[in-house]
């Protein structure tokens, strides 16, 4: 099945810096990946779609210019944090895999701002 | 828009069955997934429905009802290392929406 790198897996920056989490798969051709996040005790919600050569599809309530994604080739996709606060810490994971496949989830990345 | 509904905890004893329910409204409807999740770590694949019915696989079963648009997973047996949480997650299309999650406790 197809295999996910997510990296990195943890984060620990200041207020206004920006992070960049990659996910990567391994075996798989990902036209499509998905960005989730997930604070704790609360499940995974999904912040936007990512998808090759094209713009992200954001969900309602996700801020498009705070949360920049590029999925530039059918194996890498980047989320970028944008000038980071403490309200935006939390676990973010990405997955993809075939469609009525199950998802991949990469490793998760826990970011913390201070 | 998309509901899916699971109980937010769950206790039970090591060697016991129990049975986490999940109920859905959805627009759409490819197929339903359960997956377990430890604490700070990624989400891991358990089952997949897409017809109805009671699919077993080892110690854990999950059955689908679509026309009651309801699914419930069975872990018998349960270890300690079972404690985690539980999501539900149905597909839409190429996009998975997911319940709140069941925290499940196993107690000696």
């Known amino acids: 099945g197809a295999v996910v790198s997510q990296h990195p897996s943890w984060v620990i920056c200041k207020s206004g810096t920006s992070v960049k989490i990659e996910c990567r798969s391994l075996?798989?051709?990902?036209?499509?990946m998905f960005w989730y996040r997930q604070f704790p005790k609360q499940s995974l919600m999904l912040m936007a779609t990512s998808n090759e050569g094209s713009k992200a599809t954001y969900e309602q309530g996700v801020e498009k210019d705070k949360f920049l994604i590029n999925h530039a080739s059918l194996t890498l996709s980047t989320l970028t944090v944008t000038s980071a606060h403490p309200e935006d810490s939390s676990f973010y994971i990405c997955?993809?895999?075939?469609?009525?496949?199950?998802?991949?989830f990469g490793d998760g990345t826990r970011l913390s701002i201070l | 828009g998309q509901n899916i509904d699971q109980p937010t905890e769950m206790t039970a004893t090591e060697g016991a069955i129990v049975q986490i329910n999940c109920t859905y409204q959805t627009s759409g409807f490819n197929g339903l997934f359960w997956y377990q999740q430890h604490a700070g770590e990624a989400p891991t694949f358990l089952s997949y429905n897409v017809l109805d019915g009671l699919e077993e696989k080892g110690r854990f079963s999950s059955f689908l009802s679509r026309s009651k648009g309801y699914s419930y997973l069975l872990l018998k047996e349960l270890q300690m290392k079972d404690s985690a949480s539980y999501l539900c997650a149905v597909e839409t299309g190429n996009m998975l929406t997911f319940g709140g999650g069941t925290r499940l406790m196993v107690k000696p």
């Open positions: 075996d798989f051709q990902a036209t499509t």
């Open positions: 997955s993809t895999g075939p469609p009525n496949q199950p998802q991949h």
